[in-house]
């Protein structure tokens, strides 16, 4: 009994040092890039060049530090867009799609020394995805939104007391038209604490 109460002493103790480094309450605004994965999936087509490709895209974010180690979190991406030529046969088009998403999550951070925090963020996305074809696959025109969840994992090096550098996977969810961007891409930026 008595080692368990020193367990508990000691796990309490490294736990209130580790978190007396956190953030501290207040708002947050951040800037920074994606970089996502595109496919085309095209009937019958003949090109047989790569269907995908690798786009790079921005984001802006911000949120509110509730406690040293939650937060909530607002943002806006927009993905880029990429533009895929194809045959079917003879016949040549083109199909573009740009897309763009909102979302709104909790956050949840755990803090491995002063400066480095690995973080976890769960909520809603609403994406937004504009598809524009031409030629034979002209069908595939579609402009549409659909509501998904949203997950992201990271980590962030706090510069200064004010200023962090983050890296992250996320996940917005599919798009209503399945052309264009995949489900995730990787993020990276910084942000400013007030």
Do not use: C
């Amino acid at each position: 009994m008595k080692k368990t109460v020193l367990a508990l002493i000691a796990t309490a103790a490294t736990l209130g040092a580790v978190t007396a480094h956190a953030a501290e309450p207040g708002p947050y605004i951040g800037i920074g890039g994606v970089y996502n994965k595109n496919q085309y999936n095209i009937a019958n087509d003949t090109t047989g060049g790569d269907k995908k490709s690798n786009e790079f895209g921005g984001k802006i974010f911000g949120g509110y530090q509730i406690d040293k180690m939650f937060a909530v979190e607002a943002g806006y991406t927009q993905f880029g867009k990429e533009k895929y030529n194809y045959s079917l046969g003879a016949d040549k088009g083109s199909v573009e799609a740009k897309a763009k998403s909102f979302y709104i999550a909790g956050k949840a951070a755990y803090p491995i020394n002063e400066q480095f925090s690995v973080f976890g963020k769960l909520g809603v996305g609403r994406n937004k995805n504009d598809v524009n074809a031409a030629g034979l696959a002209a069908n595939l025109n579609n402009s549409g939104n659909k509501t998904a969840l949203y997950a992201a994992i990271g980590a962030e090096y706090m510069v200064t007391p004010k200023l962090g550098l983050e890296v992250s996977y996320e996940r917005y969810g599919k798009n209503k038209t399945d052309q264009g961007r995949k489900n995730g891409a990787f993020g990276f930026g910084a942000r400013y604490h007030f």
